[in-house]
Structure formats: structure tokens, C-alpha cells
């Protein structure tokens, strides 16, 4: 809720200002809806409500409906250029989009407009935080004196280290696979002697995979900041580069780097994105990049000492069939949805800073969060904060965040991954398709677009989707969702 104070533009007609304070009291009530149907309808009665639009725009956000919500800003901004809290959505926008340096800019901009703004202030602050423990690697970072890739028309010249303060402790859930990747690539890192004593190879190419938004990309950046050791994250797009030649050396010169700095770690995020079908000249320098990408990685299975490479990938039946053979990504490992117990363990990580009044009953919002993903969850609480932050903002009083709070948000939410599980329907399930023809029942069996290497491989995902897809198993999820909201 925006601050209505001293905004000159905001003189809307008693009609108007009625239909804006019904939306306020929708927006309180969390439901963002009805409420952006009515700052829709206070904009028709006066055209210049910035307040309709910025809070319109907050609406939006919390819906992340952010093309929507971006546009809404613009309009406050052009309305009232000096405005604060227009570029303080913008960053909340940009932040929710995973654009951390496009969200810092925002709000320096909101509070050189008001150096006052708390909640500006607390974002930023908060993002410093967060940047501090997973800096993309084109980001400048202290270890090595500065560690930015340098690229010149196309080739890379130098890749940028990674480094990362975030550790397992941060990794919520995940017992089981952070005891594996313990054994398998912490104690190789760090305890090589250890592992040689035992004729132990020191190298590995292991793929995380699971579906979106569960830590795939969180328990690898967790890895660094275990181990302390070199790492590079490698950028598919970065590395492609429309002048055929470019995109191999690139690669090389990934790899390179890493042979001459083992210990070492290469984390490929979104691997298939290599080997994704392009049409006509990119498909070639696509398949020229695969058959580099094969060839550094076999240079690593002859000569394993102490390069580890790790893909992560969501659909890892788009990868190319040639990155799956042993001795590649020979290794793969399945990240999960969280579970009721790690959900649990979720929501108190991401309140863990947050203001709270009384006792939060955390089996109650992992009920209330079936099926939700670990970024689903991390989503509500922030979102939460920022609901009760911009309460505050309206009203001049503070007050902390309830459990009622969560609960009206996750009432407003829903989770990410059902429509993931929709999407992937067709890639893993078979089913039979009764025709008649001729008067003649014949069963056809569609089959689902998995090898039956891969229905092997990638069992555990498959029985989740399959589980997740099932109408009983939906109707379970629904009603004690509902029952964990609406009774307990
Ligand atoms: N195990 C976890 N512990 C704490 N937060 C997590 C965990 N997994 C995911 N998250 C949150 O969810 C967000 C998305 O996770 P990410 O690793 O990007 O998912 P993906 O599996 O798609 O790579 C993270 O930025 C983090 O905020
Ligand atoms: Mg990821």
C-alpha cells in the first residue's frame, strides 16, 4: 500500500477515492484479484491515480504478474518523478525476477529520491546480504583480486571465479543428498589424500536434476562455499557466440582454465540448454558446441584428477543423449519437491529474520503449502514481509508479522509446480487411446517421449510427476491445503 501523503498528482474525485479505499481493504485482506479489478476501476473514474497504480502495481507483483506490475510502476513514475516508492517496486520486481543488480539500482534510485524510505532501506540491505552469499560469477569478487569473465568480440579471455559464502548449513532438507555429495565430492576436494589411500578416481561428472525452484542451483552454489575451492559457473549463453569457432574456444577456454587450476569445479546450470534443436545455421553451431563440450569432458574422464563437473537441469530428457554416456555426466542425482518435514524446516529458514509476533506453527504452513516448491515457499515469506512492510508504510505503524499473515498469503498463492508437472505430462506419460474404427475397438498405446534408458535413469522424477499428476493424490493435496487454511 502506497504512502498517499504529499502526492499533488492525487486528487481524484470523491467517486474515485471511494473505489480506492474498497481496494485498500481487499488489498489488506489478500485478496489482489478483486482488488486490482477495483484500482482498475478507480484509474477509469480519474486517470492520474498514482496511488491506484502503484498500488495496482503492488497487486500485481504479489500475483507475479510482473510485465503487468512493471508497467503500472512506469506509469507512477511518469506521473511523479520524484516518487520513492514507484522505484521501490521496480526493485522488488527486479528481485522476485532474480535480477539482483538491476534490483540494487532500483532502490538506490528510491532512496536518492528519499533517503528515509525503512523499506527501501531494509531490502536493500537484506539483497546485500543475499548477493554476498551466491555472487554470480560476473560480478567482481575479493579472492583472486577481482574475478570478473573478460570477454573480447566474442572470446572469452578469462572466466570468472565463483565464490560463495553460503554452506550446507543454509541448504534446508536434503539430508540424503548432502550426505552423498559429502562422500563423493566434499572429501575429494578437500581430503584427496584421503580418497587416493583407497584407489578412489578424483574427478566426476554428476547431474542434479528434479523439477524447478527446489535448490538445484542453491546446493551447488552451497558446494563452493563448503569447499572453498575454484569454481566456475559456466554460462550456456555466455559461451555461445554467433561466430562459429567462437563458441568451441569458449569452451576451451573454460576447460583450460580448470585444468590448470585443479582442485576444480565446473557447474553447467541448465545443461540443456546444450543440445536444445535450433533451426538451420545455429543448429550446426549448436552441434558443433556439444560434440567441444564432449570432447573437454572426455579429456576430463582420461585425466579425472580433481575436475568435478556438475550439470543441473530441469528437464533432463532435453539433454542431448551423447552428455548421458558413463563417464560424462555419468552420475545423476534427483532433487526433490520438499517434503512435509523439510517444508516445515523451510519456512522457519526463510522467517528466520523477519519480525514475528508470537509463535509461528510451522506444521500448520507446511500443510497449508502441499506440493508447493522450496522457491514457492521462500516466495510467500517474502512476499508476506513485504505485504506488512507496505501496511506499515501506509499506516505509520509498525507492527510484526502473524502466522495469520502466512496463512492469508499462501491463500492467495498458489504453488509453481502443478503447472510444471502439466507441462512435462506428455514428455513422460504413456497412455492407451481406445479408437473405433470400422465399428472395431482398437488400442492404441501413446507413448510418452522417454528411451526406456531414460525411464530407468530417471525413475525417482517420473514416479513424482506420475504421483503429482494422479487425480486422487490432487484432491488429497487440495483439501488438506484447505483444511490446514480454513481449520487448522
Ligand atoms: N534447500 C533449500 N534451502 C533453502 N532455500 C532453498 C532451498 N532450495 C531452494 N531454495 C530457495 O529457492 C530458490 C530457488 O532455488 P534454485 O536452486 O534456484 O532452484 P532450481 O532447482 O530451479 O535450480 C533459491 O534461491 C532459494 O531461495
Ligand atoms: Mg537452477
Excluded at 91 to 100: F, L
Excluded at 276 to 292: I, Y
Excluded at 310 to 322: S, Y
Aim: aromatic letters at 10%.
Amino acid at each position: 500500500m502506497a504512502s498517499d501523503k504529499g502526492k499533488q498528482v492525487n486528487t481524484p474525485t470523491p467517486e474515485a477515492k471511494t473505489i480506492y479505499d474498497q481496494a485498500g481493504k481487499l488489498f489488506e485482506e489478500n485478496k489482489f484479484e478483486e482488488a486490482i479489478e477495483l484500482y482498475s476501476k478507480a484509474i477509469d473514474e480519474y486517470a492520474d491515480y498514482s496511488s491506484s497504480f502503484f498500488n495496482r502495481a503492488l497487486s500485481y507483483a504479489l500475483l507475479s504478474r510482473y510485465d503487468e506490475a512493471q508497467r503500472d510502476a512506469e506509469k507512477v513514475m511518469a506521473l511523479e518523478p520524484d516518487t520513492a516508492d514507484a522505484p521501490y517496486v521496480m526493485g522488488v520486481i527486479r528481485e522476485y525476477q532474480k535480477d539482483y543488480t538491476g534490483a540494487m539500482d532500483w532502490y538506490n534510485k528510491s532512496l536518492k529520491n528519499n533517503p528515509n524510505y525503512t523499506q527501501a532501506k531494509d531490502r536493500r540491505k537484506a539483497l546485500e546480504e543475499r548477493m554476498k552469499s551466491g555472487t554470480p560469477s560476473k560480478t567482481k569478487i575479493g579472492a583472486d583480486g577481482g574475478s570478473e569473465t573478460i570477454m573480447e568480440e566474442g572470446q572469452i579471455k578469462r572466466v570468472g571465479w565463483f565464490t560463495s559464502d553460503q554452506t550446507f548449513k543454509d541448504v534446508v532438507g536434503m539430508e540424503k543428498q548432502k550426505e552423498l555429495i559429502h562422500d563423493n565430492i566434499i572429501l575429494a576436494l578437500t581430503k584427496p589424500e584421503l580418497l587416493r589411500a583407497y584407489g578412489k578416481k578424483l574427478g566426476l561428472g554428476v547431474i542434479f536434476y528434479g523439477p524447478p525452484g527446489n535448490g538445484k542451483t542453491f546446493l551447488v552454489r552451497a558446494i563452493a562455499g563448503e569447499t572453498k575451492c575454484k569454481f566456475i559457473i559456466m554460462h550456456i549463453n555466455e559461451i555461445m557466440d554467433m561466430y562459429a569457432g567462437n563458441t568451441e574456444k569458449n569452451l576451451h577456454a573454460v576447460f583450460e582454465q580448470a585444468r590448470k587450476n585443479t582442485p576444480c569445479i565446473v557447474f553447467v546450470d541448465e545443461v540443456d540448454a546444450l543440445g536444445t534443436k535450433r533451426e538451420g545455421e545455429q543448429q550446426s553451431n549448436m552441434r558443433m558446441a556439444v560434440n567441444q563440450f564432449l570432447q573437454e569432458l572426455d579429456g576430463v574422464e582420461k585425466n579425472p584428477e580433481g575436475i568435478f563437473v556438475i550439470g543441473a537441469t530441469n528437464q533432463p530428457w532435453d539433454m542431448d543423449p551423447a552428455l548421458k554416456r558413463p563417464g560424462r555426466f555419468g552420475e545423476s542425482m534427483y532433487i526433490p519437491a520438499p517434503n512435509y518435514k523439510t517444508r516445515k524446516a523451510a519456512f522457519a529458514y526463510n522467517v528466520r529474520k523477519m519480525p514475528l509476533e508470537g509463535s509461528i506453527n510451522y506444521g500448520r504452513l507446511a500443510r497449508a503449502s502441499w506440493g508447493f516448491s522450496q522457491a514457492d515457499i521462500a516466495d510467500i515469506c517474502d512476499k508476506t514481509a513485504l505485504k506488512v512492510a507496505a501496511e506499515a508504510d501506509r499506516t505509520g505503524k509498525r507492527r510484526k508479522i502473524t502466522m495469520g499473515d502466512f496463512v492469508q498469503m499462501i491463500k492467495s498463492q498458489g504453488t509453481s509446480l502443478d503447472e510444471w508437472y502439466a507441462m512435462v505430462k506428455k514428455e513422460v506419460i504413456s497412455k492407451t487411446e481406445t479408437q473405433v474404427i470400422d465399428g472395431k475397438k482398437t488400442e492404441t498405446i501413446k507413448e510418452g517421449k522417454l528411451t526406456p534408458e531414460e525411464k530407468t535413469r530417471y525413475k525417482p522424477m517420473i514416479k513424482d510427476i506420475k504421483k503429482n499428476l494422479n487425480p486422487i493424490n490432487i484432491n488429497v493435496k487440495k483439501f488438506m491445503r484447505a483444511f490446514a487454511i480454513y481449520l487448522f
